[in-house]
Antibody, heavy 124, light 107 residues
């Protein structure tokens, strides 16, 4: 059974750093891109970017390019999303999701399995 | 960038009603269109990929159609467990973008 299990909720102060995680199981973790998706309170879904666990190749949506860093450690089947200087506007639910197709990013792929989400709250 | 626009933003219908949600893209995306369902407090779940391919385990009352720039998600007979927000997502270029969502409630 494919599963993505995310780290727990976080409460941080503005300016602090944070790294959240997404551990995959039940499939070849290093062969499928992992996406990170943001959902701000009461709002819709926004794609942060995708990371390829085999080599940590990362592609960012323009709005997030300078705000976050994605990485992965294939030895422990885990992908990460991190911030170095949190702002209140970073408060949101973050989901990881596994793309449906292995290897290269293909038109027509979709987010096949999702983690349970990690709630990030940034407040002074 | 490709913009995805859903309509309506929300709807209220009775159990057993036929419900249709429309998604329009700002440019031709062939049939590279996916639909997701997000129930309150839960992670999204893929319902349909490639505009019309129903994912395994998804009830047959859900169907998708369309190509090019206009797509529809239809629930043939609305059930209480279908209360959720539905999102379309294009997977044609640039990692994909989501529509703003359509909230479906029971009247």
């Amino acid at each position: 059974e494919v599963q993505l299990v995310q780290s727990g909720a976080e409460v941080k102060r503005p300016g602090e750093s944070l790294k959240i995680s997404c551990r995959g199981s039940g499939y070849s973790f290093d062969s499928y891109w992992i996406a990170w998706v943001r959902q701000m309170p009461g709002k819709g879904l926004e794609l942060v970017g995708i990371v390829y666990p085999d080599d940590s190749d990362s592609r960012y949506s323009p709005s997030f390019q300078s705000r976050v860093t994605m990485s992965a450690d294939k030895s422990i089947n885990t992908a990460y999303l991190q911030w170095t200087n949190l702002e209140a506007s970073d408060s949101a639910m973050f989901y990881c999701a596994k793309l449906a197709d292995p290897g290269m990013i293909a038109a027509g792929t979709y987010f096949q399995y999702w983690g349970q989400g990690t709630l990030v709250t940034v407040s002074s | 960038d490709i913009q995805m626009t859903q309509s309506p933003s929300s709807l209220s219908a009775s159990v057993g009603d036929r419900v249709t949600i429309t998604c329009r893209s700002s440019q031709n995306i062939d049939t590279y269109l996916n639909w997701y369902q997000q129930k309150p407090g839960k992670a999204p779940k893929v319902l349909i990929s490639g505009a019309s391919s129903l994912q395994g385990g998804v009830p047959s009352r859900f169907s998708g159609s369309g190509s090019g720039t206009e797509f529809t998600l239809t629930i043939s007979s609305l059930q209480p467990e279908d209360v959720a927000t539905y999102y379309c997502q294009q997977s044609y270029i640039n990692l994909g973008t989501f529509g703003q969502g359509t909230k479906v409630e029971i009247k």
